[in-house]
């Protein structure tokens, strides 16, 4: 038998192309071959079909979850093409045979940065009927926000109101994300069974890293590099009324290469003093003999220690233990027409104070653990650029203290890390999370305007020894903010030193307890509108880092009416501005 021949994976081709020019070589084979007395002839290969993948990211996981469909899809005989959402204009879609769209959310229930103008064209008036359109959605989200996944289902409700057909019905993932995603991905596979021209060769699952299919070995989410802390130094000066840390981890040996904009996962541990306040107020020694979802036995203190979520206290655990202590209050708060006052109530609330408001509900280890969410890896902003410090990645990071309830609260991984980590001796797990939305201009001679308030300066510190490290010559300009310059001015010595030398053009702050009247960064922007304006106009790329919920969507609207403000634009013009910005890749976000 003649064999068919194959263009390699590593070609330099997309796997649209791939497939398509695989088909043409059985085709082209086909015709040229001429079968000998007894031989078997080769079938000419049917034309794959189309499969198109889009995907809505703000942190790369879905964009991850994109990729590794697509790379199965090829293998079960379609052709997949795979965009981000705001790259599919809705006009196109509409004309599509079928699309699986893979999204996380953010803020309130808000698609990502790359999906959101997708969103405003979907949801218009104006969109067209879909009726030859059939669609499966898969959701990314994160159960401690009210609106869960909120941006799949806007999505997956416009698409059948506009006519199109469900595939399946939609997934939704919570932070641990792995095994849902896999389950509704081969979940998937049957329904489009028929449509394909091929049967998987080697199939490739969702819950699988790059590094699993092609073999090569490689730390990953999954497989953390244990690394190493070099360095742990407070940024805040004395009187301060934050801990904020700069951190120094050593990559040597790891063979992790990350580009500034990528981010730094993390695998940390829970605070052992809360451990053993739960296990006392559970009744439990901690000995006990536990399974976790995945059917590995722990110790109840070492899954507690290293497994579970035991800050953030879950709907589920809520609602068994105000039932097993018969509490009507809180089981009154649990009603969905009670969601406002649920999240008043659970507002600086751990696990533990849950269970004091519930002293009668009784557990066993099992019962116990299986309300339990897994712990989840902490993604941080890397603040180094790897040219300027190679073998190394740094960190900027608040560590998180309050007290509420009557007991002092921390964050899991900046207090581990800042606490617990000793500097040169405790393993750091680690990995890279690259990030394909948050990148400087690949001209660096474009102008760049980076706005981060606190640990928001993260990515811009390392933008800033990027461009020194390449000799760009592009203008930059800084807007940082935080509470008192005297106590909070965060790598004060090197961005002064930036200004000084001509690296950063601008530099301007916003200190909001320097003065009777809070100033913040979008007062900045808008104190400097037409500056602003002749910066963009010019070409110049602005980018935030910071809070989702209120800085970025601040900053957002100042934006807008700074740039109508000096330009002579209408609102909507000006709005229209942003949303070009946005589509160009001139205007981008890292915010959580």
């Known amino acids: ?46 034309a794959p079909r189309s499969l198109l993948i889009g995907f809505g990211s703000q942190t790369g996981s879905a964009q991850g979850l994109a990729k590794r469909l697509a790379k199965e899809a090829e293998k079960r005989g379609f052709a997949p093409k795979i965009k981000e959402l705001n790259a599919i204009p809705v006009a196109d879609l509409a004309k599509e045979e079928r699309v699986v769209i893979v999204t996380s959310t953010w803020g309130d229930g808000e698609p990502p940065d790359n999906a959101a103008e997708f969103w405003l064209a979907l949801s218009s008036a104006t969109a067209p009927r879909m009726e030859k359109l059939e669609f499966a959605i898969l959701g990314l989200g994160d159960r401690n926000y009210t609106d869960f996944c909120g941006a799949s289902k806007k999505i997956d409700e416009r698409l059948a109101a506009l006519g199109a057909s469900r595939l399946t019905d939609r997934g ?5 994300y792995e095994a849902a995603a896999k389950a509704w991905i081969e979940g998937l596979w049957p329904t489009l069974a028929g449509k394909a021209t091929a049967s998987p060769s080697a ?25 190493r802390l070099k360095t742990n130094r407070l940024l805040n000066r004395a009187g301060s009324a934050k801990d904020t840390r700069h951190f120094e981890i050593l990559l040597e040996g790891a063979g992790l290469d990350y580009e500034v904009g990528d981010a730094l996962g993390l695998v940390p541990k829970n605070c052992p003093v809360l451990v053993e306040e739960l296990l006392a107020t559970l009744g439990f020694k901690g000995e006990e003999k536990v399974k976790t979802a995945e059917g590995v036995e722990w110790t109840l203190h070492e899954a507690l220690l290293t497994q579970s979520v035991i800050t953030q206290p879950g709907t589920s655990l809520v609602k068994e233990a105000a ?54 890896p902490r993604l941080y902003s890397i603040s180094s650029s790897p040219k300027a410090h190679p073998g190394e990645v740094h960190l900027t990071v608040a560590a998180v203290r309050y007290e509420a309830h009557g007991r002092a609260k921390k964050g899991v991984a900046s207090c581990w890390l800042a606490d617990r980590v000793t500097v040169g001796e405790t393993p750091v797990p680690v990995f890279i999370q690259t990030s394909h939305g948050f990148r400087l201009p690949a001209d660096t001679s474009r102008p760049v305007i980076m706005i981060g308030p606190g640990t928001g300066i993260a990515p811009f510190r390392a933008f800033l020894e990027e461009r020194r490290a390449v000799g760009g010559t592009g203008k930059n300009w800084l ?40 100033i913040y960064v979008q007062h900045r922007l808008l104190e400097h509108a037409a500056e602003l304006w002749s910066w963009l106009d010019a070409g110049a790329h602005l980018y935030v880092c910071g809070d989702a919920k209120r800085m970025a969507k601040d900053v957002d609207a100042a934006l807008q009416q700074a740039i109508a403000s000096a330009s002579g634009r209408s609102a909507s013009e000006a709005a229209e501005y942003v949303a070009r910005m946005k589509s160009e890749k001139r205007y981008q976000r890292d915010v959580y």
Not at 24 to 45: E, H, K, N, R
Not at 203 to 218: D, H, I, K, N
Not at 356 to 366: E, G, L, V
Request: net charge negative; charged share 25%; glycine share 6%.
């Open 172 to 176: 939704e993932c919570d932070v641990d």
């Open 479 to 518: 807007l940082f903010g935080d509470q008192c310059r005297a106590t909070d001015f965060l790598y004060e010595e090197q961005l002064l030193g930036y200004r000084a030398d001509g690296l950063l053009n601008r530099l301007d702050f916003a200190f909001s307890r320097d003065q009777k009247e809070k």
């Open 323 to 376: 039932s097993k202590a018969g509490n009507r209050d809180l089981l009154a708060l649990l009603e969905p027409a009670h969601k406002t006052e649920l999240e008043k109530w659970l507002w600086g609330r751990d696990i533990v104070d849950v269970l004091k408001a519930c002293p009668t509900a009784r557990f066993t280890p099992d019962e116990f653990i299986a309300l339990l969410r897994k712990l989840q």
């Open 203 to 227: 199939e490739l699952t969702a819950s699988e890293p790059a590094s699993v299919a092609t073999g090569t070995a490689s730390y990953s989410r999954t497989n953390p590099f244990p690394a």
């Open 1 to 46: 038998m003649k064999t068919v021949p194959t263009l390699p994976e590593s070609a330099p081709f997309s796997p649209e192309q791939r497939a398509w020019l695989n088909g043409f070589l059985a085709g082209l084979f086909y015709d040229s071959a001429v079968p000998s007395a007894g031989a078997q002839s080769v079938a000419p290969a049917a």
